[in-house]
């Protein structure tokens, strides 16, 4: 069975910490993308990458970075974590050259609060 | 941009009754519609999807239809169940454009 597999289901942080959610995806799929999901606010895009190394920013990339070293694997990294930070954060994955358009495989999901 | 507006919730229904969600849509091109669902504890599931206009996205029992003349994406159920408790996100994606935009969600709760 095909998987996004998001390190934790559920993280406790200081403010100020460095924060960092890891995503792994064993599809062998180009693209994969960070989200964060609020009440309200459905499900905003932080970054996403289409290739090992590459990266875009989405729509609210502040406050945020990301790694892709490999292909199976996408971090997201908060540089100092702030309050403003609690959220829950989905991964998600989504292959290329497949006929237009494909559904993503989404991860469970972490639930990160800072306090 | 491109963008996605849901009815808010929360909607609670009695087993077997009729579920509507109302999703329209702004796009700068033509748009794939998706609805997802989101189970307690769960990650986002594809439900449902439509690629051009006057296609029915339909699966679980869930039917919607892309429609063009009102920009919407309506997700229908003609009798739910209490395992439909769920958040149901409508989504869109334009062109060859590799991002998803979701509506802000809807909470569905059925009561038995």
């Known amino acids: 069975d095909v998987k996004v597999t998001q390190s934790s289901r559920y993280l406790v942080k200081r403010t100020g910490e460095k924060v960092f959610l890891e995503c792994v995806q064993d599809m062998d799929h180009e693209n994969m993308f960070w989200y964060r999901q609020d009440p309200g606010l459905g499900l905003r895009l932080i970054y996403f990458?289409?290739?090992?190394?590459?990266?875009e920013k989405g729509d609210i990339p502040e406050g945020y970075s990301v790694s892709r070293e490999k292909k199976e694997r996408f971090s997201l990294i908060l540089e100092s974590a702030s309050t403003n930070q609690t959220s829950m954060y989905l991964c998600?994955?989504?292959?290329?050259?497949?006929?237009?358009?494909?559904?993503?495989?989404f991860g469970s999901g972490t639930r990160l609060t800072v306090v | 941009g491109d963008s996605v507006t849901q009815m808010e919730g929360p909607v609670t229904l009695s087993e077997e009754a009729f579920l509507t969600i109302n999703c329209t849509y702004t796009?700068?091109?033509?748009?794939?519609l998706f609805w997802y669902v989101q189970y307690p504890g769960e990650g986002l599931q594809l439900l449902l999807k439509a690629t051009k206009a006057d296609d029915k996205g339909s699966n679980k029992g869930f039917e919607a239809t892309y429609r063009k003349e009102t920009t919407s994406f309506h997700l229908e159920k003609g009798s739910v169940q209490v395992s439909d408790s769920a958040v149901y996100f409508c989504?869109?994606?334009?062109?060859?454009?590799?991002?998803?935009?979701f509506g802000a969600g809807t909470t569905v709760t059925v009561r038995a």
């Open positions: 796009a700068t091109g033509y748009p794939s």
């Open positions: 989504a869109l994606s334009v062109g060859n454009d590799y991002k998803l935009s």
């Open positions: 990458s289409y290739d090992v190394k590459m990266k």
């Open positions: 998600a994955s989504r292959p290329t050259g497949t006929t237009r358009p494909h559904g993503y495989t």
